[in-house]
């Protein structure tokens, strides 16, 4: 039936701050829904806390609301506008439950508002455990033996009725908190009491544990007629026992008989038909025993999920677009393939590509966490790899991770011990799939691989042939020996040049140098939804080594934007809100705009958001043959943080021009001892510093510098391994430490100023002229890394004189590096004297914030300052705020119980939110600020 016009404006609910379990996934979800309502005709208001995301921005949607996500700010909105209709189906979790509770006081029948989508039936019937069962087996489907309980005494009567092992699982929770395994009885009491207070309805299912059987997914579609699509059927390859936000995933299905296929696609269909009124996406899992193919129902999710991001870009099918159109009234069959522009949109997607999903982890963050995998989810981002064949696109998400692996092992980090590795595979954790490789190469047992971990066997064998593959080249002396034959086998399966050196014990330079020689170069191939049957249209491609390059170099100028790879701490989805502003603002320039990028949760990964997008890993020879293949005017660097400004090197070696600030001013402001010289001659204020290669050398810097001192190694990013130090001991202990993890990094030791204030600005600079954006002065001192301190905009105690001397040593600063672009640099005030800590000259984790703040679209300004396009005179920039803006890092504590929740120089946040109050003497900031030295460690 075609759109409901009687809904002329609609209220998106977002997600809040990335948290574990929730994160920059539904950003891509809800700026694609404001999109595709607003093509409509639409009138679309967004709620969200959350600063940096695109879909806060004015460019996504009509009204922007960065108000807490509760009823009260619900019912400010309803108050200012006429919503007709409520779309909660885009912002995960948080959304479904703030819904649900306004629906409990009355909200929605308050103000004559619908939900759309789903309705708070449907969302009853999946989100309460004993009710989905109960709906379940009425359908004539299993599902484990379970009891819901509400009470401590019933969950104790349900364990001694199911048995051990069992699964406590927390009703209306994300990300699995709360849940987890029981394997004995006496462990049960406490994991009880810990899923009850999880569940904000105090409930939880106690569930016989189906612990090593198989894990699927399927990511559907429903319009309003019942007409139903499985848009990604996606395979776990860790067993169940591990949540799936924690595994390792693969599309399509690998290892699933087509009969079992056939009878999990009746049941997702019936189960989701059977949901009452509700039309957009939809995410089912199930469980297989894989002895006897037995299948039973484990959930079903009436929203698009983190599974929807993911199943998205995996087939090219624009599930959250679609979605937001089923949900206003359309059917599938009246909506184009928004790919082929020619087919309708109901279809199923068909994959001749392989996709791996990997999570990624930040454990180095919480010192002392538990590595093991289960119920409950711990990685904070993933990477999505796309290949040929599965080890081609397992060796491509292992060289996405940003964590120095090169593939899937050959890379210098192989465990040798076969105790060890044993003990690995029977826990899951989060280094499990390069244990499993490690362990085929020690002549461990298939049989036994599997008894241990539980994966299928399909998956062992072909990680085993890495391993005779391997064998086989270390029989090689010398590059110039590889035949092509064998090195083209090779590149098919993933191998990077930096493994095959690793393995033959020689130089990356000469295995690259004989693969061109031969000319074995990669291809690109395009994600068209349809396997190639249709004509397609789309601009996203991945790599190979075939014959047929599908993607076509035009002859328009090009630059080419390096997107920030995977959510992590110290670098999350800020990074991606100015990559899709730089890409913005590029075509607006008239360039072509080529995103490069592996992070299947963002909206720069989106296929209409550049005009061609290649994903992949920002990994340097990945890299290297886009750049040759493209023959881009340039790349932009400063807008994908550390992780970008890291290849800045190789790209300025090779003669491909940096655009905006040069790599040698770059390199200055990276570089601490060459950056403290140019303060010097500046005659700018900064902390005593020095830098040391050992202990010794650190030793004698330190006692120079005198204690206390900070110290941190060069060249990374979220304060990782910066530790405060007070004595020669501690000292010693943590330069070790670093060599350890980070070997051949230089070490830098600085004064630490204590009890002193900390403050930053970000700037942008056109060469002529430097615009000061914003200055934030941070609530707790210095000591605590910025992304961790709350922080107010502008500034609320800091005298004029220290203001002006901020911006004065700004302006200097940005003159001398002769920035083109951005600036971020970070202060310290102690005693009314300003010192420089450090600059950084690309977009920084506040400059999004500050431009929501403000309202002002920076990003856009400063990527056209960048390109040359324009001049900062051209454009008019009013910081207008009524009263302050308040940064709130938000922390993800309580995956991690038994971590030190204390804040020092290394960042923990996991996200931030923004809080705007008139004046001082509001009570969120009174309370902040009385807290101010409360976490601080060193």
Known sequence: MPKDNTIKSVLIIG???????????????????????????????????????????????????????????????????????????????????????????????????????????AIELAENREVFREHVVKLGMSVAPSHIANSFLEGMEAAQDIGFPLVIRPSYTLGGHGGGFVWKEEDFPTALRRGLEASPTHEVLVEKAVFGWKEFELELLRDSNDNVVIICTVENLDPMGVH??????????????????????????LMMRSLGNFAGGCNVQFAQNPETEELIAIEINPRVSRSSALASKATGYPIAKIAAKLAI????????????????????????????????WNFDKFHGADHTLGLQMKSVGEVMAIGRNFLEAMQKACQSQENNRMGLGADMKEWIRTEDILKRLETPSDDRIYRLKDALRLGVPKRTIHKLTGIDPWFIIQIERLVK???????????????????????????????????????????TKRRRDLGIHRTYKMVDTCAAEFEAKTPYFYSTFDSENESEVTDKKKIIVLGAGPNRIGQGIEFDYCCVHGILALKEAGYEAIMVNCNPETVSTDFDIADKLYFEPIFWEHLEEILDFEKPEGVIVQLGGQTALKLARKIHEKGIPIIGTSFKHMDIAEDRGVFSDLLKTLDIPYPRYGSAVDADEALEVANRVTYPVLVRPSYVLGGQRMRIVINNDELEKQVLSILKHIPDNKILIDQFLERAKEAEIDAICDGDDVHIMGIMEHIEPAGIHSGDSAALLPTYSLSDKVIEDMKEYTRRIAFALQIKGLINIQFAIKDEKVYVIEANPRGSRTTPFIAKAYQVPYLNIATHVMIGNKKLKDFKMENKLDGYAIKVPVFSFNKFPNVDKNLGPEMKSTGEAIRFIKDLNDPFFRELDRNRYMYLYR
């Open 469 to 511: 593959m391997e064998q086989k080249l270390q029989r090689y002396n010398v590059a110039d020996d590889l035949d092509e034959g064998f090195l083209r086998e090779l590149k098919a399966v993933g191998y990077s040049d930096a493994q095959i050196a690793w393995v033959m014990r020689i130089e990356e330079k000469h295995v």
């Open 329 to 360: 009234g359309y059917t599938l069959d009246e909506l184009k393939n928004q790919i082929t522009k020619t087919t309708s949109a109901y279809f199923e997607p068909t994959l001749d590509y392989v996709i791996v999903k990997m999570p990624r």
């Open 244 to 269: 799936t936000g924690d595994s390792i995933t693969v599309a399509p299905a690998m290892t699933l008989s087509d009969t079992a296929y056939q009878q999990m696609r009746d049941d997702a269909i």
């Open 15 to 121: 997600s809040g701050p990335i948290i574990i379990g929730q994160a920059c996934e539904f950003d891509y979800s809800g700026s694609q829904a404001s999109r595709s309502l607003r093509e409509e005709g639409i009138e679309v208001s967004l709620i969200n806390s959350n600063p940096a995301t695109i879909m806060t921005d004015p460019v996504t949607a009509d009204h922007i609301y960065l108000l807490p996500l509760t009823v009260e700010s619900l019912e400010q909105i309803l108050q200012e506008r006429q919503i007709d209709a409520v779309l909660a189906t885009m912002g995960g979790q948080t959304a479904l439950n703030l819904a649900i509770e306004a629906g409990k006081v009355g909200l929605w029948e308050k103000y004559n508002v619908r939900l759309i989508g789903v309705d708070l039936d």
